[in-house]
């Protein structure tokens, strides 16, 4: 699918019209095909759609993301018509799309909470963790975290002390 990332001079919204199937998150296969993210933030003027990347799904699991995914079966560009749909089952979804859809991982920490104690959690149990996510935890948990990676303080100290 095409994202236009650029809008009319006064318009904060664009339409778009996605011709696909919901896919959940687990079953997301970028050699399978291409993929777009949809959601909704209380903040934004209108709909979040943006083409889904690797970059995405690693940020994804600690951010409080209300959307859905979509494998797309059609892309017209610069038109659609019916010569461009092929043969099954697939929805339309249509709307309005911000201008501040989530184009990166930067954009998607920008436009959606991000749940900092999920993060704290996957490098405890030492899952690679996207480096824009290591920035949103603050100065001091992030000493408390390098403290009981290196073994200075115990769990229930380090719990502890994230608590304060």
Do not use: C
Not at 14 to 40: A, L
Not at 53 to 59: A, C, G, W
Not at 138 to 148: E, N
């Amino acid at each position: 699918m095409k994202v236009r990332e650029g809008f009319v001079s006064n318009s904060s919204t664009t339409s778009f019209v996605i011709i696909g199937n919901r896919v959940k998150q687990e079953d997301i296969n970028f050699d399978d095909g291409e993929y777009v993210g949809v959601g909704w933030s209380d903040w934004m003027e209108g709909t979040d759609v943006f083409n889904l990347t690797p970059e995405h799904l690693q940020i994804l699991p600690f951010v409080v993301f209300d959307g859905n995914f979509w494998k797309v079966v059609a892309d017209g560009g610069e038109g659609i018509s019916k010569a461009h749909i092929p043969e099954g089952d697939y929805e339309i979804e249509a709307g309005e799309a911000t201008q501040h859809s989530s184009y990166n991982a930067t954009d998607l920490l920008e436009n959606y909470e991000v749940d900092v104690e999920a993060i704290i959690d996957a490098v405890i149990d030492d899952q690679v963790v996207h480096p824009a996510l290591m920035e949103k935890i603050t100065p001091k948990k992030q000493r408390v975290l390098d403290m009981y990676q290196q073994g200075q303080i115990t769990l229930e100290a380090f719990q502890d002390l994230m608590n304060d």
